[in-house]
């Protein structure tokens, strides 16, 4: 059974960082195509970043320059380092696997919240 669990959420001022943890089980983790997304309220969600098994990674453009997205293979964890948090920032953020069979996976999700 494949499971995805956030961490690393929480309350941050406008300016602040963040990072968020996504530690993967029961899949081939190495092969995983891994994204972020989030949900604000009233919204629809929408992808933040992601990264191929092959490393290719796509940011949103709301985001770029300010995010990173990076993975740990040996430690079946996907990260999101957040930088200059701002208060649209804030949402339910979800971590989103795929496998090569094109089955997905989301995790449970973690709030983020960017006070200004």
């Known amino acids: 059974q494949v499971q995805l669990v956030e961490s690393g959420g929480g309350l941050v001022q406008a300016g602040g960082s963040l990072r968020l943890s996504c530690a993967a089980s029961?899949?081939?983790?190495?092969?995983?195509?891994m994204g972020w997304y989030r949900q604000a309220p009233g919204k629809q969600r929408e992808l933040v970043a992601s990264?191929?098994?092959?490393?290719?990674?796509n940011y949103a453009d709301s985001v770029k320059g300010r995010f990173t997205i990076s993975r740990d293979n040996a430690k079946n964890t996907v990260y999101l380092q957040m930088n200059s948090l701002n208060a649209e920032d804030t949402a339910v953020y979800y971590c989103h696997t795929r496998t090569i069979w094109g089955i997905s996976y989301w995790g449970q999700g973690t709030q983020v919240t960017v006070s200004s």
């Open positions: 990264m191929s098994s092959g490393g290719n990674i």
């Open positions: 029961g899949t081939t983790f190495s092969n995983n195509y």
